[in-house]
């Protein structure tokens, strides 16, 4: 299935990323980044619906919390994409 990474700064960044992002109604889920997409140790993404990025990231653009990456997962595999 189809799906967005947001990554954040850090594990309280993706806190706040998500909380604006509920209330704008759009649904995420915080993860720990896959290490194939990250050198760091302890890096956190949220994982949106194909459907929802634009969206998400004009929330996230207004409220200042702007994404480290944004990776797009299509057919098994993940690859970075510009917002």
Do not use: K, N, W
Request: hydrophobic content about 45%.
């Amino acid at each position: 299935m189809e799906h967005y990474l947001i990554r954040a700064r850090s594990v309280t960044y993706a806190q706040r990323m998500q909380r604006v992002l509920d209330r704008g109604g759009i649904g995420s889920r915080i993860f720990r980044a896959p290490r194939a997409l990250t050198d760091l140790g302890c890096a956190y993404v949220l994982r949106l619906a194909s459907g929802d990025l634009q969206q998400a990231l004009l929330i996230l653009h207004r409220e200042s919390l702007d994404p480290v990456q944004i990776f797009l997962f299509q057919r098994g595999m993940y690859r970075e994409v510009e917002a």
